[in-house]
């Protein structure tokens, strides 16, 4: 029964009218109608029918077969098993509506600094076959299913500028023409349109009536089909080897097992059992037709008169490129006022007549100097014009000579104790030529294990160091060129797109850098928007930065760009009010309301939930919102589909009077159940028909209904050496439940704000494979724990306002004999090389492996593109490309001066957390100690010329052992130290979707000395003096009780003040006279009107604002209860259960001269 809000959670009505029919909301999308109406919301609902999808998987590798991978296998083998190919059963359709929606014109510059030009996009499937790669080390086997969500959408092209809806000028019509098919098509359900208002319930509200709903509806259609069990695969394992290489003599043990602290340095013998490795396929959801390369021009003549049908066509190759008009979909006006904005990009002004279909002028005909290179016999050069030239050139040599040999200098790691430098490290230099490193991509955004490639496999495997790339592709930019053109230029034959990387042959050719094909410059692209010249197609802006966004037009779109929309689950049990958080969430919806991404069609719906779920009818024209009770949580459905997503701009009462009430509305409750499965199916189910973002805000451990979870942990095992269990998910349904979520362009986000154990292995996967976020708040109370609460405000703002983007794909091209073995951070694998992505974001990163198939012998670089698809919150399609450009080298030396010791880092812990939840966390440990082995056991072989006695390390990778050290103290990875489950957990999530620089703070925090801060090499940060302070070594011999000591985790800090530290700083930068006055549990840092003051309060805050998330910041006494917690990050230092240092170093030492 529906009613108007009341201040309580009362009990249900005894004079309810008739009970209300139930309705399924449709989870497939019907056929694309024609193009008038389409912008209404009612036809992003009723209009597309997704076809059932299958998980096809790639061939089977040797693992699967039951060939034994080799010793140390680190890799993961893809997918196990049959080809599996489940469908689900075909369900009745229902028709939805929904008021129509005005059109809306999408405004500029919502990008920090853009620098605005024009061009679209597509690819070819590169096929990557699953196979064990010669590196070997973690062996780690996981199902990855594959699917492809098929549309048939006839879009017309119109030749219009994407920001402003007007004709573009200088625009090249085009026609479309039908695809070549292959394979058999999809079938599609049929569609029947179905009144909901025929037959549905009357509601009544009561003034002044308790908030009740019926407990099930008088007609029970068929609801949604569950998810179809995928079987899992579960043959004879291989053999789980510890070691990241393959090369070993077969006689040597292959575990390097940490000795007992006080027990002798040993290694042990490997373990004899091998367990079983098993994965869990989702169920398929729709069946995939793969369309065919195709090499045809991407020049201004070429022509298509037909449409993509998957993304896999969409961004890869079955699908070529065309001039056709850059093509938006008129929008209807957006109720704000309209700010004035510049436009997104340059619209190319028509063509002079003398430049039209003609040769280009004489002047302009002179051979262009090519900021790329030729790999191939006709290369493209430019010889050097003057004899200043050459000596610049000859310097730059000289200067690449002196860094190769300070990377290459040995260095004793038992004799040097001071290794870490005063400075932040950056990311190494290659060795490429000064013109190509200045067009190279940032490694914020990219970046390689190995800034020197090997030539060979072999090789690499010499070497024993990993080959992977680190990505942060949707990294918050202040300068990002924005192109918008009717032709965006790719490759013929592998789709990449033109880069700064390119040879130009000539005026009219180019050559791509990653499979050397020969390409046609298009016309249009002869001519520089920026110069406003012809004939000078190597100075384009895309040629002349690594990164570049693009504007797409139409032939990327597989339906209208979707509207941002927002649906949040609350949990309103006893324990989620008591703990406060609530009412933080709504203030701070409340705050950021108009801050939402988004444009005039942006949607938004609130689900709650207890033992029952809670729905709220926010349809304009209501005076008040209205609550409706769903009580039967085993056969959920909603009750009023038109209701509850309703525009934010039309709503935006209601939605407010909303959020007020929620706080106070179950303040008396006493409800203790958990439904959060059903509240999970019902979200689904609303957000099905369009896409968007679920976040989902969850206090306990869910405990009715489908998904309910048992607790598993078990207290007196936290501090255990020998094993730590339940690591895995406890069921399968978050992660089919993801799975749907991905297959429908839904993303879901997780909050989890509890004190007790809640299940993170089980409920993560919801983010996991859906291109979701996890955020964990361990211990939240608003009152009790203020740190926290305090935390989850800031973050929650940042997550409310960060851009966003919507249904998008990845995909990573490399130069051809380069292969991508395994991908790792939350997503869902499309097809072998493109990830799915729901949802993206600016803080999430990714991993991706590495291994070299063919000699690099005919090229002396090689290229990484990894281009992302995707909608903005304001509805355009955009392409953000990024090109990485690294060196081949021919020897093991290159190599080691080119390796990158905090990627390789952060490479390792990715593995190690699949190889923990594949096998065990003994395993993963041993694996990254024999890490180490295993390449410093290399140097010495094959560079070091010191005796062999002594442990060294080129200077590259002086720093690895540290690294790892600390890598094995950390929450995820450590043994012998209490640790929460949860807390574990997700401590590997992070480690699998933080970016580099983030992720390194956690692993390996940084320390600093602050009580003596100076304005001596200071940097101005706007009108702020920031001081620098030189890093300390991770060990309490750096610490001193005369001064105050800050440490940065990322996500937290630590200012110890020693028992001794001047009252000055005290009281100058505390706010206390002396240290007896320091309260135990302060959190704040006090803005005082001193210098000192000043100064650490600019230290702080730039620390601050260098990542995303707020930092809580604990002040740390001898005697306080943090003070444990700060010990423990002293990492070179030695405690009950892990070496110092120096022992592991004599470990490492011990195992390298057996």
């Known amino acids: 029964m529906q009613q108007p809000l009341s201040t309580r959670h009362g009990a249900p009505l005894q004079n309810s009218s008739t009970a209300p029919e139930r309705h399924q909301q449709v989870p497939n999308k019907a056929p694309l109608a024609p193009m008038a109406g389409q912008y209404d919301f009612n036809y992003y609902q009723n209009n597309y029918q997704a076809t059932v999808h299958n998980f096809i998987r790639p061939p089977l590798c040797p693992t699967s077969l039951g060939t034994p991978q080799g010793p140390g296998q680190m890799y993961p083998a893809l997918p196990l098993g049959p080809n599996l190919i489940t469908a689900r059963p075909q369900l009745e359709p229902k028709f939805v509506s929904t008021p129509p929606q005005g059109g809306y014109v999408p405004s500029g510059g919502h990008y920090p600094g853009q620098v605005p030009y024009n061009v679209p996009s597509q690819s070819t499937t590169q096929g990557i076959p699953p196979h064990s790669s010669p590196y070997t080390g973690f062996s780690y086997h996981q199902t990855m299913p594959v699917f492809n969500t098929q549309y048939n959408a006839p879009l017309t092209s119109q030749t219009v500028h994407p920001a402003t809806s007007q004709p573009l000028v200088g625009v090249l019509p085009s026609h479309m023409k039908p695809l070549p098919e292959t394979g058999q098509r999809p079938t599609q ?15 009544h509200p009561l003034p002044g009536a308790s908030m009740t709903a019926p407990t099930g509806p008088v007609t029970n259609p068929a609801a949604a089909a569950s998810s179809a069990n995928s079987q899992t695969c579960a043959g004879p394992p291989p053999s789980m080897p510890h070691h990241i290489n393959q090369s070993y003599l077969p006689d040597r043990a292959k575990v390097a097992t940490l000795p007992v602290v006080g027990a002798p340095l040993a290694r042990g013998p490997p373990p004899s059992a091998n367990p079983p490795v098993s994965a869990s396929a989702s169920q398929a959801l729709a069946s995939e037709a793969q369309e065919g390369a195709d090499s045809s021009s991407s020049s201004s003549s070429s022509t298509n008169t037909s449409l993509p049908n998957n993304y896999d066509a969409l961004e890869g190759g079955s699908y070529q490129d065309s001039t056709s008009s850059a093509t938006t979909f008129p929008a209807p006006s957006d109720p704000r006022p309209l700010k ?609 006695s002594v442990l060294v390390a080129p200077n590259s990778l002086r720093l690895f052992a540290v690294y790892i050290l600390a890598l094995l103290k950390q929450q995820a990875f450590r043994t012998g130290t209490s640790t929460r489950l949860d807390e574990r957990v997700f401590a590997m999530c992070e480690m699998k979707t933080q970016p580099l620089v983030h992720l390194m703070l956690t692993i390996h925090p940084n320390l600093y000395r602050i009580d003596n801060l100076s304005d001596e090499g200071s940097i101005t940060v706007g009108d702020k003096t920031v001081p620098q302070p030189p890093i300390l070594q991770l060990s309490a011999e750096k610490l001193s009780k005369e001064g105050a000591f800050l440490m940065d985790c990322g996500s937290v800090m630590y200012l110890w003040i020693g028992k001794s530290c001047s009252s000055n700083f005290i009281s100058e930068v505390l706010g206390f006279p002396n240290y007896a006055s320091i309260p135990q549990n302060m959190t704040q840092l006090p803005e005082l009107n001193t210098i000192l003051s000043q100064r650490t309060s600019n230290f702080v805050s730039w620390l601050r604002d260098s990542r995303p998330f707020l930092s809580i910041i604990y002040i740390v006494k001898d005697d306080g209860p943090m003070k444990a917690n700060f010990f423990q990050k002293l990492v070179e230092d030695r405690t009950e259960s892990a070496l110092s240092y120096y022992e592991f170093l004599l470990h490492i030492q011990q195992q390298i001269s057996k």
């Open 189 to 203: 359900a049929s569609f029947q349109p179905y009144t909901v208002g025929s037959t549905a319930a009357s509601w």
């Open 340 to 948: 004035s904005t510049k436009p997104f990009g340059y619209a190319y002004p028509t063509l002079q007549p003398a430049y039209q279909n003609v040769a280009s002028p004489s002047q302009s005909v002179g051979p262009p100097t090519s900021p790329g290179y030729s790999p191939g016999p006709q290369q493209f050069t430019q010889p050097f014009s003057s004899v200043n030239q050459l000596s610049s050139s000859m310097e730059g040599l000289t200067f690449r000579n002196n860094r190769q040999a300070e990377a290459l200098r040995q260095v004793s790691l038992l004799q040097e104790r001071n290794i870490l430098p005063p400075v932040p490290i950056l990311s190494p230099q290659s060795n490429l030529s000064p013109e190509l490193k200045k067009l190279n991509c940032s490694p914020d955004l990219f970046r390689c294990t190995l800034m020197n490639i090997p030539q060979t496999q072999a090789l690499l495997s010499k070497a024993k160091l990993p080959l992977g790339l680190l990505l942060h592709p949707f990294r918050d930019l202040t300068h990002l060129p924005v192109i918008t053109s009717s032709t965006i230029v790719r490759c013929r034959t592998c789709r990449t797109y033109i880069n700064p990387f390119v040879s130009f042959l000539d005026q009219r050719r180019w050559k791509c850098n990653l499979c050397y094909r020969v390409n046609d410059v298009p016309e249009e692209f002869m001519y520089n928007p920026l110069t406003r010249s012809y004939g000078e197609p190597h100075k384009r802006p895309e040629v002349q930065t690594a990164t570049v966004e693009f504007i797409a037009s139409s032939d990327y779109m597989l339906r209208p760009p979707q509207p941002a929309v927002y649906l949040f689950v609350f949990d309103v049990s006893h324990n989620a009010v008591e703990s406060g958080y609530l009412d933080i969430c709504c203030q701070s919806l409340l705050e950021n309301f108009d801050k939402l991404p988004g444009d005039s069609r942006t949607r938004i719906g609130f689900i709650t939930f207890d033992s029952t779920v809670h729905f709220f009818n926010l349809q304009e024209g209501l005076s008040q919102p209205q609550m409706l009770i769903v009580s039967d949580i085993e056969d959920i459905f909603i009750p009023t589909p038109d209701s509850l997503m309703v525009n934010l701009y039309e709503s935006k009462e209601l939605i407010k009077d909303l959020l007020k009430a929620l706080p106070t509305m179950f303040t008396n409750t006493r409800e203790t159940h958990s439904a959060l499965g059903p509240a999970l199916q019902a979200a689904f189910k609303l957000m099905s028909a369009t896409g968007g973002r679920i976040s989902v805000f969850q206090t306990q451990l869910p405990s009715v209904g489908v998904g309910r979870l048992l607790s598993r942990e078990d207290p007196n095992q936290r501090s255990t050496t020998k094993g730590v269990q339940h690591l895995a998910p406890a069921t399968d349904f978050y992660k089919k439940f993801a799975l749907d979520c991905s297959g429908q362009q839904v993303a879901v986000d997780l909050f989890l704000l509890s004190g007790q154990y809640t299940d993170m292995a089980s409920l993560a996967c919801m983010s996991k494979y859906s291109a979701g976020s996890v955020f964990y708040y361990p211990s939240f109370h608003h009152i009790h724990n203020p740190a926290q609460a305090e935390k989850f405000q800031k973050d929650l703002k940042r997550y409310l306002i960060r851009k966003i983007g919507f249904e998008a794909v990845m995909r990573i091209r490399c130069t051809k004999g380069l292969s991508i073995h395994t991908f790792h951070g939350n997503f869902f694998v499309r097809s072998t090389d493109l990830l799915s992505l729901a949802n993206i974001n600016p803080d999430s990163g990714f991993t991706v492996q590495m291994s070299i198939e063919e000699n690099l012998v005919d090229t002396s670089i090689v290229c990484f593109q990894a281009a992302l698809l995707y909608t903005s919150s304001k509805g355009e399609r955009r392409i953000r490309v990024h090109t990485l450009c690294l060196p081949v080298v021919t020897s093991v030396a290159d190599v080691y001066a080119g390796a990158d010791v905090q990627a390789i880092t952060c490479l390792l812990a990715t593995m190690a957390v699949d190889r923990s939840v594949s096998s065990s966390l003994s395993d993963a440990r041993d694996a990254l100690v024999n890490a180490v082995v295993d390449s410093l056991s290399a140097y010495r072989s094959t560079v070091s010329n010191l005796q062999r």
